[in-house]
């Protein structure tokens, strides 16, 4: 049974940064794509960024050139590099397979982006 653990949100003034980490049981992330998603207050969840096997990195044009995703299969963890933060990018982030499986969805991680 999968489990997904996001961490590393927090209060960020804009402009600054944040580095997210998920860590999956088993080798989930070896056998899948990955990405991370968002969700704000009273809006649906939202795709920002994936990772193939391959490492072929693909992400919304709202975070294009701010954020960074990887991956490291031998650990099961992937990382999104968050540079640049605007309000905007206030939300919970969650990781998952790339397909966004509905019984893979962790607890998230609180970005809160303000002055």
């Known amino acids: 049974q999968v489990q997904l653990v996001e961490s590393g949100g927090g209060l960020v003034q804009p402009g600054g940064s944040l580095r997210l980490s998920c860590a999956a049981s088993?080798?989930?992330?070896?056998?899948?794509?990955m990405a991370w998603y968002r969700q704000a207050p009273g809006k649906q969840r939202e795709w920002v960024a994936s990772?193939?096997?391959?490492?072929?990195?693909v992400y919304a044009d709202s975070v294009k050139g701010r954020f960074t995703i990887s991956r490291d299969n031998a650990k099961n963890t992937v990382t999104l590099q968050m540079n640049n933060l605007k309000p905007e990018d206030t939300a919970v982030y969650y990781c998952?397979?790339?397909?966004?499986?509905?019984?893979?969805w962790g607890p998230g991680t609180q970005v809160t982006v303000s002055s």
């Open positions: 998952n397979t790339d397909g966004g499986r509905r019984d893979y």
């Open positions: 088993g080798s989930l992330f070896s056998r899948n794509a």
């Open positions: 990772i193939t096997r391959d490492n072929i990195k």
